[in-house]
């Protein structure tokens, strides 16, 4: 709906609410409702996760996925999807998860994520696209585009330059502005200019100093100002800060759930002049027009079809890593052995707030019976908790002799990819390895099959005939794969990260995750590939890479008025899909350091065999142009540019030149030539600092006393045994939980937590001058705290009281029934 249509209603509404009412408006009710006002019949909005499925929690909620939630359909996360490169795809699976959000009641869907994998140790990158914000951004957008024609929301997450997990509450990215806007801002450009969402999530950390949701240039003027973004702002769960900072900077609605603490706070800075009353009623109009834009009234989804959606998905961002000898696909009547713990128990999505509760979810052993493959027997294989068992090994060896092919489902166990946590290695548990290793030496017919959401380090891959990579792909994942496996479909997955051959090639290796209060983005814009490509740096896959069952051969590269147009042909014996990747490349003259090779345009196409078809990628400015941060605008270099497109990042077919008009160069402030040279391993303070274009700030925690927005972790090295005690427990309970192999989302939660979110998570029963005199306690000021602490406890209860009854005072005298938004 355009907002213009209804703001009249809006308009009059604004008018009768009082500035309490407004400023209550702007804070969460529950954890997953906004608040409403009766007499004015502004209902209250439901929000729910998530990116991949719909998770309404029943009963007590807990926002992280303890708490149990209502069916749906598990979709491909989007680590997944992203490798289909197919945004009508993620359209179509944005809508189906649209349908099930508004046929449960829910306006506002928690998602899409697509922050940047700046490093493949993520926890969460099974929850976002990709490394390259134009991948991320265009299948973003096309989940939006989805998810808004059904009348719900979406909410982009998490704004912006939010790259770990630990310590996410707090973590100050530091980064210059120049890759800040080309990598880390890029994708939520896209989407917000080409998708137009009615939401959208500020990240829970900081960026140069500043929380992002009271950020002003990232808030007001790039995304309002600039992007022309029109709708409300989100907070991430207990990520309020400010809320005067916030609402001045242009963020919406903090959520779950602070009380009252936060209006009676906005309420105050109004009266005394320190918030402008202008910018309250800017934020509570964007609210009363969220409202206004999402449907309310429940229509039926048909669950069959949604999974059969879910399994359509899942089977087009399957990505073929390994075919040797052409071992896949399987046919008719081809004796299978089953082996591995993944195909019994899969593993389909991550842990943590995106987590759903599956409408069905069938096997790889169920899923095999529809196939035309012949099962000889199946084999745990290894205990998904790394434990070595030779027994295990020996059984699955002797089921292996049985068979044809050995279908070997390896995996990363739940513990390694999670919200709240990041990962350590990129390695497979080592008792998974033994069990491939033992297999090779009785078969080298062994199709490896992956359950994880990221990249992994594949030095075993030798001892495999084949490698499918199927990420963790939703309900439907078991089913897709046999799909592939029996050649009914063939594989177009391209991957959308690079695969390095060890981790400690990467270009934020040793920098990630950053255990200190910053965390430095010290290789600027060469980020995954546009690290590899510039320095020639070998890797075990590149990004963009994927087999299939055919053979394309690039035709033509012709570049006519703002586009590229490709020519390809099917030269294989079967219909494939083939995806055409549009790289730029630097011009020849003097300029500003970039990155050898960068995505400008894809566009995926399917042909039958022998069938020539063209595609059309667009190509304008703005695959040329560069952040001029001295200037502070976008700048496009006069220069002759290499237009390179191809299969992959590494695997260039056709090449043309292309002749920019722009302005002069931009040279480089002194100090870049590492930058120039794309040498970012190990950068020195100088040419960081140089980057900046500012002293590179503190990076070490102050030994002082503990803050308000210190995270819980940092009770470890508090003064007060209390606190430590306190940390002891929390560690004690985060160690069970890894022991027992599932990671323990609220307590990662807790330790990551500053002292601060307790007040904004608790509905009021901790006001902030109680969480204050927490920190005090913490501090080792025991009685001086407890004293503060209960004389704030009382006054919260009075003032939570006489703020409730300010409410039902208005409310008494002028009481309407019905909804008017
Ligand atoms: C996550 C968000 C999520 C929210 C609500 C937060 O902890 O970072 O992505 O939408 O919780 O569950």
Redesign the pocket.
């Known amino acids: 709906m355009q907002k213009n249509e209804r703001s009249d209603v809006v308009r009059t509404v604004m008018e009768q609410l009082t500035l309490l009412e407004k400023a209550a408006l702007l804070s969460g009710g529950s954890v997953w409702e906004s608040r409403g006002v009766d007499r004015l019949g502004i209902p209250q909005l439901f929000l729910a996760?998530?990116p991949h499925g719909l998770r309404k929690q029943l009963g007590s909620s807990d926002?992280?996925g303890i708490a149990a939630s209502e069916p749906a359909t598990c979709f491909p996360t989007a680590s997944a999807i992203a490798n289909s490169w197919d945004p009508a795809l993620a359209e179509e699976v944005g809508a189906g998860l649209g349908a099930e959000a508004r046929a449960q009641g829910v306006h506002v869907l928690?998602?899409p994520?697509l922050n940047i994998k700046r490093s493949p140790l993520g926890g969460r990158n099974f929850e976002y696209y990709s490394e390259d914000p134009l991948l991320a951004g265009r299948m973003a957008a096309a989940a939006v585009r989805g998810i808004q024609s059904a009348g719900v929301a979406a909410t982009p997450?998490?704004f912006a330059v939010n790259s770990q997990e630990l310590i996410r509450m707090v973590s100050d990215s530091v980064v210059d502005e120049r890759t800040l806007r080309e990598i880390y801002l890029r994708g939520f450009e896209i989407v917000v200019r080409e998708a137009a969402p009615w939401a959208l999530?500020s990240g829970?950390n900081r960026i140069n100093g500043i929380y992002a949701n009271e950020h002003p240039l990232l808030l007001r003027q790039i995304l309002r100002e600039e992007w022309g973004f029109d709708g409300a702002v989100v907070t991430?769960?207990?990520g309020g800060n400010d809320p005067v900072a916030a609402i001045r900077a242009g963020s919406t609605l903090e959520m779950p759930s602070p009380g009252f603490d936060s209006a009676r706070r906005i309420v105050a800075a109004v009266e005394t002049g320190e918030l402008d009353e202008a910018d309250v009623d800017a934020r509570v109009t964007e609210l009363l027009e969220l409202i206004e834009r999402t449907t309310i009234d429940p229509q039926p989804v048909d669950l069959i079809a949604q999974h059969e959606l879910a399994r359509r998905a899942a089977s087009q961002s399957i990505v073929l890593l390994r075919n040797e000898g052409d071992l896949l696909p399987l046919g008719d009547g081809h004796r299978v052995a089953i082996i591995g713990d993944f195909a019994t128990t899969p593993r389909f999505q991550g842990a943590?707030?995106?987590q759903v509760e599956p409408t069905r979810l069938v096997s790889t052993l169920n899923a095999i019976e529809a196939t035309t493959l012949t099962l000889t027997g199946s084999a745990r294989g290894f205990r998904r908790d790394g434990v070595e068992d030779a027994t295990l090994v020996a059984e699955a060896v002797e089921v292996a002799r049985g068979a044809e092919t050995v279908l070997l489902y390896l995996g990363l166990p739940e513990l390694a990819e999670s919200?709240g946590i990041d990962r350590q290695h990129l390695q497979l548990p080592q008792n998974q390895i033994t069990l491939l290793s033992a297999l090779a030496a009785a078969t080298d017919r062994i199709v490896v099959v992956l359950s994880a959401g990221a990249a992994l380090e594949m030095p075993w891959i030798g001892h495999s005939a084949a490698v499918l990579h199927g990420y963790l792909s939703g309900q439907g994942a078991a089913e897709a794969m046999l799909d592939v496996i029996t050649g009914a479909v063939n594989p177009s997955g391209r991957l959308a990260e690079t695969f390095p051959v060890r981790l400690a090639d990467h270009p934020t290796a040793g920098l990630f995750p950053s255990v200190g209060p910053t965390a430095e983005y010290r290789e600027g814009l060469y980020v995954g590939y546009r690290y590899f490509t510039s320095v020639n740096a070998p890797v075990a896959f590149p990004f963009g890479f994927g087999l299939s069952f055919t053979e394309f051969a690039y035709r033509a590269l012709e570049l006519a008025e703002g586009a590229a147009i490709v020519t390809i042909e099917n030269v294989g014996s079967i219909a494939g899909s083939e995806t055409v990747q549009l790289y730029v490349g630097r011009h020849t003259g003097p300029g500003a350091h970039r990155p050898k090779r960068q995505l400008r345009g894809f566009a995926k196409v399917t042909l039958a065999p022998g069938e020539t078809g063209t595609v059309q990628i667009p190509l304008g400015d703005e695959a040329f142009r560069i952040w001029d941060a001295q200037e502070n605008r976008w700048h496009v270099e006069a220069g002759v540019y290499p237009v390179e497109v191809g299969a992959n990042v590494e695997d260039i077919r056709l090449i043309a030149q292309i002749e920019v008009d722009g302005g002069m160069p931009r040279v480089d402030v002194p100090g870049l030539t590492r930058y120039a040279n794309a040498a970012v391993l190990g950068v020195p303070d100088e040419a960081f600092a140089a980057l900046l274009g500012r002293p590179i700030p503190r990076s070490e925690w102050s030994d002082g006393p503990l803050q308000l927005n210190d995270p819980l972790s940092r009770m470890e090295r508090s003064r007060s045994p209390l606190a430590r005690f306190a940390f002891r427990m929390l560690d004690r309970r985060r160690h069970k939980a890894e022991t027992a192999g599932e990671p323990d989302l609220n307590v990662l939660?807790l330790i990551n937590m500053p002292f601060r979110a307790i007040a904004k998570m608790t509905n009021g029963a901790v006001s902030m001058a109680m969480a204050e005199a927490i920190v005090e306690v913490a501090n080792g000021r025991h009685v001086r705290g407890l004293g503060r602490l209960v004389g704030a406890t009382v006054a919260n209860l009075i003032t939570n009281r006489s703020t409730r009854s300010q409410l039902a005072d208005v409310s008494a005298s002028d009481r309407r029934e019905s909804r008017v938004l």
Request: without cysteine.
């Open positions: 996760d998530g926002h992280l928690l998602g994520g997450k998490h999530m829970y991430d769960w207990g943590g707030s995106s919200e939660f």
